[in-house]
């Protein structure tokens, strides 16, 4: 078959996966198709702070290899992807954006590193992030900054904001990002792809730079749902190295994506996401009301949902983050603190000020806000929102406490730890892409990767694609 | 400690070199609005009654939802 390098580099997984397995298309041909259009394209949008052009040829080459010998390994295999650059990866400079990780090369891989590989994806390279995970874009940090493929004067959301450009513009086909306060969902919002952070225990955090332990989640970003389903089925099971991984049996997470949600009940806490606060942008609220009553329209009942707490969990996030991170990084804030940038230095040595009391304060509310969600539950299978308060603002407005003043809609399931996606349901007059967040029960990833996939499919905003 | 200006600049340099970061009057004046706005949160959270609630220290992967 004879397909432009753009074509390729549009292909779902899925269906990349799909001609690889039938020999129709060669890994070594899809990759360079990759490469070409990183070589091209990444001037623009700097999604990759480091490239691996002969690895992933390499790769390539012995997947076409097992391929043509008929050691076929699934629907990974052969498949081009990027990693945000703090999961470690043997060999390969892993500098989680920051000037005090900038030579560190790892002498392992992260669990996820490894598990991709065996399942037979190509890594083309390491992709651009905000500086340590934490929210918002640093000109000081001394790593490049992503920019978001529908605006470049625009960012992509954070902290993985190199794996939500990539992803986007088809400089991957999926991604690894980590999220704390909603560093998945976010920048999938932004960039009109499907971000999901699992339940917390569900996939490995081993060899991933930490942030807050408490927090961090390690999930898939692509540009369908069923792209996801795939990823989080090479990523998801136990891992001994990590000491808060689950043993929970993974399903097949693939199996029950189309079936219907007719009946379903999504419970949609309007009282927090629709609130009057001014900072809340009245048209995603009215995208992602449209988006609700597709979702009545294919058979799920819309009732509306009370979670007191939900108001507080923006006070006592950043409180456990701020805690956690500055326990991880003081060594280096006292040794040398003029290498890590100005943002992320203030934010770690507030984070120092905290008290005990505040963190336990936080951690207690964090208990009340996950006895309420499971309360919530009970009576609804999903719980609705939009992604994020107003679609992704320009560089020029950015300042160091731009994230921390916004309303996170996302912060309170890294809190309770519940699985929550974000899939694209549609654009602001101005072009920019809005999210919509779909939360369930821990480990009920099938049924929230369910629902995302039926509005994904009714909506076809997976079609649209940015013209870089 | 912190009053409506918020937290003065000695009880700062003083919370900062109990964990060992020695910042120039500089720094911590640079560092006070966002030691104030977190303050503030924190003293939201402080005002809340959450009479005997458990610490929630340890995440259970397992979390159950009947719990």
């Not at chain 1, 490239?51 to 008929?70: F, I, N, Y």
């Not at chain 1, 898939?220 to 891992?239: C, F, N, R, S, Y």
């Not at chain 1, 936080?362 to 499971?374: D, F, H, M, P, T």
Request: aromatic letters at 6%; one cysteine or more; hydrophobic letters at 40%.
């Amino acid at each position: 078959m004879t397909q432009t390098h753009t074509e390729l580099c549009s292909l779902t997984i899925r269906e990349a996966g799909q001609l690889l397995k039938r020999r129709e298309l060669s890994p070594v041909e899809l990759t360079r198709a990759f490469l070409d259009r990183i070589e091209a394209l990444d001037s623009k949008l700097q999604a990759y702070i480091t490239v691996l052009p002969q690895r992933a040829m390499a790769t390539a080459r012995a997947a076409e290899a097992e391929m043509l010998r008929g050691d076929y390994r699934g629907p990974l295999h052969g498949i081009p992807i990027a990693l945000k650059d703090l999961y470690d990866t043997r060999g390969i400079r892993t500098t989680a954006s920051s000037r005090v990780m900038a030579d560190r090369i790892p002498k392992e891989d992260a669990t996820t590193t490894a598990r991709l590989e065996a399942a037979g994806s190509i890594l083309l390279g390491k992709l651009a992030m905000h500086e340590f995970a934490l929210g918002g874009p640093d000109p000081t940090c001394g790593f490049p900054l992503a920019r978001n493929p529908w605006n470049l004067a625009h960012i992509p959301g954070g902290s993985s904001s190199g794996s939500g450009a990539a992803v986007a513009a088809g400089l991957c086909m999926g991604s690894l990002g980590s999220c704390t306060g909603g560093s998945i969902r976010g920048p999938a919002a932004y960039c009109s792809i499907v971000g999901l952070k699992p339940t917390y225990g569900r996939v490995s955090r081993y060899g991933v730079v930490p942030l807050s332990w408490s927090l961090d989640h390690c999930g898939p970003m692509t540009w369908t749902v069923e792209d996801t389903a795939l990823m989080l089925q090479a990523i998801a099971g136990h891992d001994p190295k990590d000491p808060t991984s689950s043993r929970a049996p993974v399903p097949d997470y693939s199996a029950t994506l189309k079936e219907d949600i007719t009946g379903l009940t999504i419970g949609v806490p309007r009282h927090f996401f629709w609130s009057d606060d001014p900072r809340i942008d009245r048209e995603t609220l009215a995208t992602v009301d449209a988006a609700l009553q597709v979702l009545a329209d294919l058979g799920a009942r819309v009732e509306e949902v009370t979670v007191p707490t939900l108001q507080y969990a923006g006070a006592a996030q950043p409180a456990i983050m701020l805690s956690e991170a500055f326990a991880y990084h003081q060594r280096l804030l006292r040794s040398q603190p003029e290498e890590f940038g100005d943002m992320v230095r203030a934010r770690f040595r507030t984070g120092g000020l905290l008290s005990s009391a505040d963190y336990v304060q936080a951690q207690r509310l964090r208990n009340v806000l996950k006895r309420e969600c499971a309360q919530v539950l009970q009576n609804v299978d999903v719980i609705v929102s939009p992604t994020m308060s107003s679609p992704a603002p320009p560089f020029a407005t950015v300042e160091a406490m731009t994230t921390a003043r916004r309303p996170s809609f996302t912060g309170p399931y890294n809190m309770t730890g519940m699985p929550a996606i974000s899939v694209p349901c549609g654009f602001t007059a101005a072009g920019l892409p809005v999210g919509l967040q779909i939360a369930g029960k821990p480990f009920d990833e099938p049924l929230v990767l369910r629902v995302a996939y039926t509005y994904q499919q009714h909506a076809r905003w997976f079609e649209k694609r940015p013209q870089v | 400690m912190a009053d409506a200006e918020g937290i003065t600049l000695d009880d700062m340099r003083v919370l900062a070199e109990r964990v060992g970061l020695c910042l120039t009057p500089a720094e911590l004046e640079h560092l006070k609005p966002m030691f104030d706005f977190y303050a503030e949160q924190m003293r939201v959270l402080h005002d809340l009654d959450l009479a005997a609630e458990d610490l929630a220290v340890a995440f259970s992967p397992n979390w159950d939802l009947q719990g």
